[in-house]
């Protein structure tokens, strides 16, 4: 444990029994060493119970404080249960003592109430960072002053990046006569002459997804040169595996990992973790960069916005933003699909009053968001699996329309088809400026192989098939007709119809084929009677008549 065992050897003296002490450090992991190793080494493990209680703003922070005193101790040193989860915190204060724990205020406080974490056996209680605890709101802040009310008299060790008005008020109500121990860096570098830093931009990431945002803002920059920096030893490995996987090499001067050397230019600075301090920011001037990015956790945008003194703006990415305008193309694309075959007469005239109201491109904007909507309903509706209405019945569902149906529409049958090249658009024209009728008075359009079955308003369904009979379409001449007169038509006709007399050939069953023979029937011998037993009167010989006298 040399490193552990160096930080303590730094901080003898700073730590007293029933000192209170304040920590004025950058939001580091080599500050984590730095306050907690003094409260560490207070620990007895042979005194048992929960010695060490440390606050912080959420469970990332639990959670790199628990990794970085597992890397400097190892694992036979003291370790702190990061609060994650409270259930699984739970279960693991009631298998086996826990000397040192690490969650947000609300997340202990939990285990408090339900007797899991024992308060009474706590010597120190340190807030890492204070000011970012008290920056999270009022909720936060309640927890923690309630958390603070059950201690007593534990040791409190505060940690913040600046003493604040804010920490100073916190400082003075739950550590008084606290001891200033640590000091953040405050030289900052000169700048070089005519050189003004460019404004910083950010991506949003979590802890754990640094490595796959990196590799996301190395493909969506492209830059000719680039410097990565990284604050300690494990992130720069992180980030040399990073851009090894990319297919760059060690020795490959156009992009290189740094902790905060910069002895040559660079076109682009990446922060793989945020600067701290403002002379670590300022620093990268010496590789004058025309652009700076910064992976930073949504915990750390505040501070980051603070150091670059509001010159920090948020970078789009473009995976997000090719998705939306490849969604966007694929409505363009099924808007020419429509086009292309012929403009909608129905739809225009229905649309044509508002012309005077509005610009056409603000009409299909609206018809868009219309369109959007509705596709977002039904997917919703399709993810619930709930039954979606649909707008247009298919044909085996809808029932056929006659004269004083329902909705008072009428089909009418059409003589041209898919296989003469129409379109619905051209029917849907040709009903309109031949039967003069308006686009809303049109129903359904079938268009089918051979024919059409077109809805119209049951008031116009004359005056369309005067006017658009034998119009022409496509080259082809419309015939046009009632769909109702075929459907009487099939229902009063008979599996023969009306066929004509066949020379007056009586039934089956009738005298034998071969001519009209007068006299009595004949039949075969043996042969059976219609409705009777067959004839037994004589067998091999000429039928008697079977009505005797």
């Not at 730094?10 to 409260?39: C, D, K, M, W």
């Not at 998705?323 to 193309?329: I, V």
């Not at 400026?433 to 116009?460: C, F, Q, T």
């Not at 069953?509 to 059976?528: N, T, V, W």
Request: glycine share 10%; aromatic share 2%; charged share 30%.
């Amino acid at each position: 444990m040399p490193e552990l065992e160096e930080v303590g050897e730094r901080a003898t003296g700073q730590v007293s029994r029933g000192q209170n002490l304040v920590y004025t450090l950058p939001h580091t992991t080599e500050s984590i060493a730095e306050f907690l190793t003094p409260a560490l080494a207070r620990v007895d493990p042979a005194a048992g119970g929960t010695q060490v209680v440390v606050v912080t703003r959420d469970a990332e922070t639990a959670l790199t404080i628990s990794e970085t005193v597992l890397r400097l101790s190892g694992p036979a040193g003291i370790e702190v249960v990061p609060v994650t989860s409270a259930a699984r915190a739970g279960r693991i204060f009631k298998s086996r003592p826990v000397l040192a724990v690490a969650g947000s205020a609300s997340e202990l406080g939990g285990l408090v109430r339900a007797s899991q974490l024992k308060l009474d056996t706590v010597r120190i209680v340190v807030l890492a960072w204070v000011d970012d605890i008290l920056d999270d709101g009022p909720e936060s802040v309640g927890a923690l002053e309630a958390l603070l009310g059950e201690l007593g008299d534990a040791v409190r060790v505060i940690v913040a990046r600046k003493l604040t008005p804010t920490v100073e008020n916190l400082v003075e109500r739950y550590a008084r006569r606290a001891r200033q121990v640590g000091v953040a860096e405050t030289e900052v570098p000169q700048l070089p002459e005519n050189y003004e830093l460019p404004i910083i931009r950010h991506v949003t990431v979590a802890a754990s997804a640094r490595t796959s945002a990196l590799r996301r803002v190395l493909d969506d920059l492209d830059p000719p040169s680039v410097i990565i920096v990284a604050r300690d030893p494990d992130a720069a490995a992180n980030a040399a595996r990073t851009i090894r996987t990319l297919g760059y090499r060690a020795d490959d001067k156009a992009i290189r990992v740094t902790q905060g050397d910069f002895k040559e230019a660079a076109h682009t600075v990446i922060f793989f973790q945020p600067p701290v301090t403002p002379a670590e920011l300022q620093r990268i001037a010496l590789a004058k960069p025309v652009e700076i990015v910064v992976l930073a956790q949504p915990g750390e945008l505040a501070w980051l916005r603070e150091l670059a003194s509001g010159r920090l703006s948020p970078l789009t990415l473009h995976g997000p933003e090719r998705r939306a305008h490849d969604r966007e193309e694929a409505v363009r694309q099924e808007l020419r699909a429509v086009l292309t075959q012929g403009v909608p007469a129905r739809e225009i005239i229905s649309l044509e009053p508002l012309l005077e109201e509005y610009d056409a491109a603000e009409l299909a904007a609206a018809a868009l968001h219309v369109l959007e909507r509705e596709r977002a309903q039904r997917r919703k509706a399709e993810a619930s699996q709930l039954p979606v209405a649909r707008a247009r019945p298919a044909d085996g569902d809808r029932p056929r329309a006659s004269a004083g149906a329902a909705g008072g529409m009428t089909r009418l049958f059409m003589t041209v088809g898919t296989r003469d090249g129409v379109k619905t658009g051209d029917l849907m024209g040709m009903i309109a400026g031949e039967g003069g009728i308006p686009g809303d008075h049109v129903g359904k359009i079938d268009l089918r192989e051979s024919h059409a079955l077109v809805e119209v308003a049951e008031a116009d369904a004359a005056s369309v098939i005067a006017k658009v009979n034998g119009a022409m379409v496509r080259g082809r001449r419309v015939v046009v007709r009632a769909e109702r007169d075929k459907e009487e038509r099939e229902r009063s006709a008979g599996p023969r119809g009306d066929r004509p007399d066949r020379g007056g050939r009586p039934d089956r069953g009738g005298p034998p084929r071969g001519g009209d023979r007068s006299g009595p029937p004949r039949g075969r011998p043996g042969a059976p009677r219609r409705g009777g037993p067959p004839d037994r009167s004589a067998r091999g010989g000429p039928r008697r008549d079977r009505d005797r006298s």
